[in-house]
Each structure stands twice: as structure tokens, then as C-alpha cells.
């Protein structure tokens, strides 16, 4: 493995973030790194870069150690001093404060970019430079976070790859590592629970639980590079990026009435931000359970508004049971009721229009919808009571049915015995 390492080519020339000439491939191969030869045989941290090289990505592009570190990859084993030349380009671990710019000499070369992956973004240090990590940065703060934090400094992984630092599946982790630290928080006076309250949230349930790979996660809300708190002005467009139609009904809901919802923080106040629990019925209404109770206080316009929209939910949701119920008992006891389990399904559609026409502010709009599935309920219930009413026809006359056989067959016997006696019987 080691020699294997050793013979890893480099294909980019280092320059400096101060006006260098910028890396690029090499036309030749270039001669065997001694880096990875000579790390191979440290321990601890030195060892790290050679131990973590063969799955780095840069490594597997044709990329060496002295394209970030500079120095002479072709100097002997013997001469530490040589590979370490400071003529040669030679900075040694660079200071966190320029690892951006560190970076940016190729991730922010479109053309050098192209000719590893022409899908690949060039604008990830000018959007950086928006977020609040990447002011502090360029303000000489050493302690937010930078390239290297987020995805490793050696061994670092494609995102697509399961074991990447910034997939999916372990990237809340990773920001985690920072906004879960109390000690380093508490410099800014920034929260710490973000990560235990997602990780109970719908969203990590349905990532970890479900495998669902497009179920949000931090950047899908806080972007990745420019990553920014979403305002309260930009938040109901963060979640409208997923929930359109919530976030068109809010949009409407303003122009039409002329009114500004910002002040009501939007989606938030209601589903929180990162405890964003899956939404449920007990959520509308004046219930204990209820976010509307947060606002609104008894004797509020809204207050009643939220209670009537809330008692005709209920009783959708308990009609839209009770023909469950009786449709399936039904179904089991070998009634033929699939055409009105079939037509129940309008009745649950409703339920989920509903459930997005709160986000209209619109209580008439909101009933009528209501109405009818509570009237598509109603005829399921109807279906189902009619189902055992049949039943119970079918059993009474499948008894009596019985009880004539029964009766025949017993008439039957006696005639034969009768028969059977009056038979002349044989002498002995």
C-alpha cells in the first residue's frame, strides 16, 4: 500500500493566494511524491495524510500534498529540509484564515474545474463570502467554520459518497460538531439544541428512517456555502420550496386581503423550525394541542374562526373512521363493498386539502371543503350499515333456510320409519 501511495502522480503546479501561477494539470506525469513515502513511515497526526490519501478525491484526480502545501515532491527521503523548500512553495499547514482562499484557487477556476467535472460550481468562495461564517472569516475570525470543517482535510469524499462528511444522511452531524458545542456557542451567544430537536422532527425521520435522500436537512434551509439563518421576511420561501401550495396560499391570502404575515414569523410559529413534527388534526381548532391557542385568545374573531374549523375536522375525522370501520368489518365478513371503499378515498382527499387550505385563512373556503368530505364520510357509513343490515337479511334467511331443511329432512326420516314398519315382515 505504501508503495502504491508513494507512486501517486501530481498533475497541478502550486502558486500562492497572492497572485501565483494557478494549478493545472500536468502535460507529463509528474515524478513519485516523496510525501506519502515519508508519511507512511510517522505516526499520529503525520501519518493521517498517507493513511487517508488513497480515498481522497483529490488524490483519485491526479492531485499530490504540495498542491495545497507546496514544497518539492520529488526531494529524497533522506532531506526533510529539500521537500520542505521554501523556494518551492513551501507553507506547511495553512492557517484556517486563508483555507478558503486556499481552495478557491481551483474550485474558483472554471476552466481548470471543467476539465475534472464540467457540472461542478465555481462560485462557492463568492457565496461563502455572503454567509455569516465567511464574514467572521474575512473579519479574522479563526473559529468559524471553513472548507476543512465541513469536509475533512484529508480523506476528503465526493458528497454522493455515503462516508462523505457532507452527505445527506451525516451532514447535520457534521454541523452538529460546531452548533452543538456549548463552549464554542457560547462566544457568539448562539443556541445549541438545533441538532436534538431535528433529529425528532418529520425531516430526520423520514432521511434516517425512511432513506428518503431528499428529505431536508441543514443547507436545504440554510444553503451550503452561503449558508445564512433564513429571515423571518425569507423563511415561508425557504419552506415554499417544498410546500408550494402552502406557501402560494400564504402569498394569495396577503394579496388579497392586503395584509402582511410576516408577522406572524409564517410556517415557524406554527411547525416550529427544526422540531418540525409530522402535522395533525389536534394542531386546528382551540384544543390543548392547538398552535392557533398561541395567538389567538377566547373572544378573538379568530379564536371562534379556529374552533369552528377545528370542531368540523373533528367530525370529519370521526365520520371518515366510523366508515372505515364499518367498510372493513364488512369486507371481513365477505360483503362485496369495494366500490364504496373505492369512493371513501374522496373523503380522505378532502382531509388533505383541508389540512392545506389552513394556510388560506380562508373559513369558508376551508368548510366547504370540509362539508364535503364529511358528506363523502356520511355515504361511507351509510354503504357500511347498509352492507350489515344485508348481512344480517343474508343470515336470517340462510336460518330459516336452514331451519326448512332441517325440518324436511327430519319429516323425511319419520315417513321412512313409518314406511318401515308397515312393511310385511319375513318369517324366521
Given at each position: 500500500m505504501r508503495a502504491a501511495l508513494a507512486l501517486l502522480l501530481s498533475a497541478v503546479l502550486t502558486r500562492a493566494a497572492c497572485g501565483a501561477e494557478t494549478p493545472r494539470p500536468a502535460a507529463s506525469p509528474?515524478?513519485?511524491?516523496?510525501?506519502?513515502?515519508?508519511?507512511?513511515?510517522?505516526?499520529?497526526?503525520?501519518?493521517?495524510?498517507?493513511?487517508?490519501?488513497?480515498?481522497?478525491?483529490?488524490?483519485?484526480?491526479?492531485?499530490?500534498?504540495?498542491?495545497?502545501h507546496g514544497g518539492n515532491p520529488a526531494?529524497?527521503?533522506?532531506?526533510?529540509?529539500?521537500?520542505?523548500?521554501?523556494?518551492?512553495?513551501?507553507?506547511?499547514?495553512?492557517?484556517?484564515?486563508?483555507?478558503?482562499?486556499?481552495?478557491?484557487?481551483?474550485?474558483?477556476?472554471?476552466?481548470?474545474?471543467?476539465?475534472?467535472?464540467?457540472?461542478?460550481?465555481?462560485?462557492?468562495?463568492?457565496?461563502?463570502?455572503?454567509?455569516?461564517?465567511?464574514?467572521?472569516?474575512?473579519?479574522?475570525?479563526?473559529?468559524?467554520?471553513?472548507?476543512?470543517?465541513?469536509?475533512?482535510?484529508?480523506?476528503?469524499?465526493?458528497?454522493?459518497?455515503?462516508?462523505?462528511?457532507v452527505h445527506p444522511t451525516r451532514l447535520a452531524e457534521t454541523c452538529a460538531r460546531c452548533h452543538?458545542?456549548?463552549?464554542?456557542?457560547?462566544?457568539?451567544?448562539?443556541?445549541?439544541?438545533?441538532?436534538?430537536?431535528?433529529?425528532?422532527?418529520?425531516?430526520?425521520?423520514?432521511?434516517?428512517?425512511?432513506?428518503d435522500l431528499g428529505a431536508p436537512t441543514c443547507n436545504d434551509c440554510h444553503g451550503s456555502h452561503g449558508a445564512v439563518p433564513p429571515g423571518v421576511e425569507s423563511v415561508a420561501n425557504v419552506c415554499g420550496t417544498c410546500h408550494g401550495r402552502e406557501a402560494t396560499l400564504f402569498r394569495e391570502t396577503e394579496a388579497k386581503r392586503g395584509i402582511d404575515l410576516d408577522l406572524c414569523i409564517r410556517c415557524i410559529v406554527?411547525?416550529?423550525?427544526?422540531?418540525?413534527?409530522?402535522?395533525?388534526?389536534?394542531?386546528?381548532?382551540?384544543?390543548?394541542?392547538?398552535?392557533?391557542?398561541?395567538?389567538?385568545?377566547?373572544?378573538?374573531?379568530?379564536?371562534?374562526?379556529?374552533?369552528?374549523?377545528?370542531?368540523?375536522?373533528?367530525?370529519?375525522?370521526?365520520?371518515?373512521?366510523?366508515?372505515?370501520?364499518?367498510?372493513?368489518?364488512?369486507?371481513?365478513?365477505?360483503?362485496?363493498?369495494?366500490?364504496d371503499t373505492f369512493a371513501l378515498r374522496e373523503a380522505q382527499d378532502k382531509v388533505v386539502e383541508a389540512r392545506v387550505l389552513v394556510h388560506s385563512f380562508d373559513q369558508e373556503r376551508f368548510l366547504a371543503t370540509v362539508d364535503s368530505g364529511t358528506a363523502s364520510a356520511e355515504a361511507g357509513v351509510t354503504a357500511g350499515q347498509r352492507a350489515f343490515r344485508e348481512l344480517r337479511q343474508r343470515r336470517l334467511g340462510l336460518g330459516v333456510s336452514l331451519l326448512v331443511i332441517m325440518a324436511v329432512i327430519a319429516g323425511l326420516a319419520l315417513k321412512v320409519r313409518e314406511l318401515d314398519r308397515k312393511l310385511p315382515r319375513e318369517e324366521p
Open positions: 509528474s515524478p513519485p511524491s516523496s510525501c506519502l513515502t515519508c508519511h507512511a513511515e510517522l505516526e499520529g497526526a503525520a501519518l493521517e495524510p498517507a493513511r487517508r490519501a488513497a480515498d481522497d478525491v483529490h488524490f483519485q484526480k491526479g492531485l499530490s500534498c504540495h498542491d495545497c526531494a529524497g527521503l533522506d532531506d526533510p529540509s529539500a521537500a520542505h523548500d521554501e523556494s518551492k512553495g513551501w507553507t506547511g499547514k495553512p492557517s484556517r484564515l486563508r483555507i478558503p482562499l486556499l481552495c478557491a484557487r481551483c474550485h474558483a477556476d472554471a476552466d481548470l474545474m471543467k476539465r475534472f467535472n464540467p457540472h461542478t460550481r465555481v462560485d462557492q468562495l463568492s457565496e461563502y463570502r455572503t454567509s455569516v461564517h465567511g464574514k467572521r472569516n474575512a473579519a479574522g475570525d479563526a473559529q468559524v467554520a471553513v472548507c476543512v470543517a465541513c469536509h475533512g482535510v484529508h480523506g476528503i469524499r465526493p458528497v454522493a459518497d455515503p462516508r462523505s462528511s452543538a458545542d456549548e463552549r464554542l456557542m457560547g462566544r457568539y451567544g448562539l443556541p445549541t439544541g438545533q441538532y436534538a430537536d431535528y433529529k425528532t422532527s418529520v425531516h430526520a425521520h423520514a432521511l434516517y428512517a425512511k432513506g406554527c411547525h416550529n423550525n427544526h422540531a418540525v413534527r409530522a402535522p395533525t388534526a389536534d394542531m386546528l381548532g382551540v384544543g390543548p394541542r392547538s398552535t392557533c391557542i398561541s395567538c389567538h385568545v377566547e373572544g378573538d374573531p379568530l379564536y371562534l374562526a379556529s374552533a369552528r374549523m377545528g370542531a368540523a375536522s373533528a367530525r370529519l375525522k370521526a365520520r371518515l373512521g366510523e366508515a372505515h370501520d364499518l367498510l372493513e368489518r364488512a369486507e371481513r365478513a365477505g360483503m362485496e363493498v369495494s366500490a
